[in-house]
């Protein structure tokens, strides 16, 4: 399979050189060229954020040398920003890429790209209000993709898992695979399990976490995790175990953006 694309830089870099052919073709054409050439000026800061949540997701060991995160464009809403296939814990600036919401590079070009990709293109378009993506194999949620024991929120840090987290069970979309969201078709069955929920757990495989930001969902992979081990340890105990209510799950999911452990996070992850 080819799975190739050019850098975000390398775009952009491609974009000045035939930026004349753009504007004489947008003349023509109209409005989706003037999309496209309205794409290559993703904020900086947000492209900072995406390395930063990238490194984070590695230090807190969410991600290792798999696993990835989006974010959507913050200027064209039918494209996202993802790094090209490397180890999260190494993405830089000139790693991120640019792919339409059909998971294809905007601009073509030869980077190797995420084969599960379509994860993020089929969530972002059958939930317009998903900012941000977060793919993990998180060891600590696996075994409730695969026992029948719900995750239930344990503590108030995770109160968004009270709004629901249900569980992909890829046989149902294509019988025996690999496990992995390799198709567009595999990505929208995940999006439909995911339905509006905050996070899927897919069995034998990981998760997948969505967010209106990169520090909520960075935020939200952390706390998916952390209820996990507690509530491994919980049930471990024996005895009856008493989760946050539906009122108090829905009152705790509105803490939203983790913005002070946001903060923390960057500073440790960009050595700033
Ligand atoms: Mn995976």
Redesign the pocket.
Known sequence: MNTKASTYSGVARREFLVGGGVLLAGALIGAARNARSESMTADPALIEDLVAANRILAALEIVDG??HVSVRHDKNPDHYLIARSIAPESVGAKDILELDLDSKPVGGGDAKMYL?RFIHGEIYKARPEVKAVV?N?SAAVIPFGVTGAALRPIYHMAGFIGLGVPVFEIRDAAGDTDM??RTPELGAALARTLGDKPAALMRG??AVVVGDSLSQVVGRSYYLQMNAKLQAQAMALGGEVTYLDTEEARKTAGFGSYDRAWDLWKRRAMGK
């Open positions: 798999y696993g599960e793919h194999h992995l969201i495989h990981g």
